[in-house]
């Protein structure tokens, strides 16, 4: 019997793999209120700022937004827990605030607010005063949120490391590729002129 002939199965072509336009990681767990939709526009934005065109890239990029993000919260809670802390020195609640008109003025800050600064004044405090008490009263609050901030600006740092260190590599490993190349025809000239050279 004639023996069969299958064809030969020719090896594929490995590509690089990279992310796809709808690649978005997985959003971490927020906090009540914050919102999914906010965190994944920036996301994409800082993707798109950072050329995220592969899927390590994307992973990097998320992992430092992710980082951006909590920051900023963490910046937004020590900022809470000072004016929190104002409406407390300054005895603030639904009761006596008119309807939440003080309040609403000590979060923006707002010391030109007569009402504001009557009431401060009431209190025995002037706007610097109230603020440096605040903070003196809020410090082991704060300094629990420095820590995490800590934390999460070392991670950040490591990461943008990260990030610029692996969109490198390829320069790097060309370079390295060019350095090998010379080295080579270094070695090859020196070959030939040690061949050429008359005996005694």
């Known amino acids: 019997?004639?023996?069969?002939?299958?064809?030969?199965?020719?090896?594929?072509?490995?590509?690089?793999?990279?992310?796809?336009?709808?690649?978005?990681?997985?959003?971490?767990?927020?906090?009540?209120?914050?919102?999914?939709?906010?965190?994944?526009?920036?996301?994409?934005?800082?993707?798109?700022?950072?050329?995220?065109?592969?899927?390590?890239?994307?992973?990097?990029?998320?992992?430092?937004?992710?980082?951006?993000?909590?920051?900023?919260?963490?910046?937004?809670a020590k900022k809470a827990q000072v004016l929190e802390r104002m409406k407390v020195i300054l005895g603030l609640s639904s009761m006596f605030d008119h309807g939440g008109r003080l309040s609403s003025r000590l979060i923006a800050m707002d010391w030109g607010d007569e009402r504001l600064l009557a009431k401060i004044a009431a209190e025995g405090h002037t706007p610097d005063s109230l603020y440096a008490l605040a903070v003196a009263t809020s410090k082991d609050k704060l300094l629990v949120l420095e820590q995490l901030s800590a934390i999460r600006t070392k991670s950040l740092q490591q990461l943008q490391s990260t990030y610029e260190a692996y969109i490198k590599r390829p320069v790097?490993?060309?370079?390295?590729?060019?350095?090998?190349?010379?080295?080579?025809?270094?070695?090859?000239?020196?070959?030939?002129t040690a061949a050429t050279i008359p005996t005694a």
């Open 172 to 192: 790097l490993l060309e370079i390295l590729r060019l350095e090998r190349d010379k080295l080579a025809r270094s070695l090859t000239a020196i070959d030939v």
């Open 1 to 76: 019997m004639p023996a069969s002939t299958s064809p030969k199965p020719t090896p594929s072509r490995s590509t690089p793999v990279t992310a796809p336009p709808s690649f978005v990681p997985e959003c971490p767990p927020l906090m009540p209120g914050q919102s999914v939709q906010q965190y994944t526009q920036g996301l994409a934005a800082l993707r798109a700022e950072l050329g995220a065109d592969t899927t390590m890239k994307a992973h990097l990029a998320s992992k430092i937004y992710e980082c951006l993000w909590w920051l900023n919260c963490y910046d937004e």
